[in-house]
């Protein structure tokens, strides 16, 4: 509690301990117990009745009693903290406009390597836990660092209210156990959507940092795998820019907790859970084998089951269904 701005110095506060134990004091009584001169004791009790820390009883013998130190010194609290605020959001314009000019001026700033498996599964869970609003994320086939099952940090982004983004190159979806994994995290609240390729790995926080590796798949294999973590910049932007293309004209991957079918239509045509994620497969261009692969039924099952969907979109090939389908707004 001492200090010599605003709160108590030490011989103050040591008076204010010895004033708590007498329960009242004068000058004499507290020059007497702490061993110092009578005009010391004197100003030291007058200082404490000035803070609002002790008050004199009436009369002439000025007996001093002292006051909760909460109620005297919490607005000088108060106003030291938010002195300490104002310090801090200074300290944080300034660095950012440091930081700003240097990257100007030198690239080590803009663009950081970051070398080895660890060390890019470490940025990768970073920059997850530190992401406030949205994750954009390019997941192709045969993931450098982490696959979907061990991105336990998602599942934390999410409960917290961050957005998740995530493009899948369809081969990773025929990966065994990876769709299981994506339908996880879209029942969780992931926007899920696919494209047959995807041209880089790229994973975005906050349109503010991103983490692309640097090393083509066909090097893979040739020492340790690389990544650029690149901050606020225009090359951060064209690469926003390239998820949102590609956004544009991916095909959603949609697991619908609701059941419902489309305005004005019977109850008995509403879609299930199930014929919505087979329906979002057979749009991103997946097989009959390869849906029944991962639904786990027979090929038999899903051929049934489009026709089901044919039926009700009122078509008869499965070209109109991808059609109606989307005119609808079933996915």
């Known amino acids: 509690m001492s200090d010599d701005n605003g709160l108590l110095r030490p011989p103050e506060e040591q008076a204010y301990r010895m004033l708590l134990r007498l329960s009242a004091a004068g000058p004499a009584d507290l020059a007497g117990q702490a061993g110092m001169p009578l005009e010391e004791a004197a100003g030291l009790l007058d200082g404490l009745r000035d803070k609002g820390l002790a008050v004199a009883r009436p009369g ?4 001093f009693e002292p006051l909760p130190p909460d109620v005297a010194l919490g607005n000088t609290l108060l106003r030291r903290q938010e002195s300490l605020e104002t310090a801090r959001q200074a300290v944080a314009a300034l660095t950012e406009e440091y930081r700003s000019s240097v990257r100007r001026r030198n690239a080590d700033h803009l663009v950081e390597v970051v070398v080895g498996t660890a060390a890019l599964r470490d940025r990768l869970r970073d920059l997850q836990e530190s992401a406030r609003v949205e994750i954009l994320w390019f997941c192709r086939a045969n993931p450098l660092a982490m696959s979907g099952a061990e991105n336990a940090e998602e599942s934390g982004a999410l409960a917290r209210g961050v957005r998740y983004r995530a493009i899948y190159e369809r081969a990773l979806l025929e990966t065994p156990g990876e769709l299981e994994s994506i339908a996880e995290s879209v029942r969780a ?10 041209p880089v790995r790229i994973a975005i926080a ?3 940092t991103a983490i692309c590796p640097l090393v083509p798949d066909d090097e893979r294999d040739v020492g340790e795998p690389t990544a650029a973590l ?6 951060l932007d064209a690469l926003l820019a390239l998820f949102e293309s590609h956004w544009d004209r991916a095909t959603p991957i949609r697991w619908d907790a609701e059941r419902g079918g489309l305005a004005g239509a019977p109850p008995d045509d509403a879609l299930d859970d199930g014929e919505r994620f087979l329906l979002s497969l057979f749009v991103a261009g997946f097989p009959d084998k390869s849906i029944a692969s991962q639904l ?4 038999r099952t899903v051929q049934r089951r489009l026709e089901r969907l044919m039926a009700l979109a009122g078509v008869d090939t499965r070209t109109g269904l991808a059609f109606q389908a989307a005119r609808r707004g079933w996915l």
């Open 60 to 63: 002439p013998e000025r007996i």
């Open 189 to 198: 609240g992931e926007d899920a959507r696919s494209l047959p390729r995807l």
């Open 206 to 208: 906050d349109r503010s």
């Open 230 to 235: 690149i901050r606020r910049s225009e090359l």
């Open 296 to 299: 786990g039924v027979s090929r």
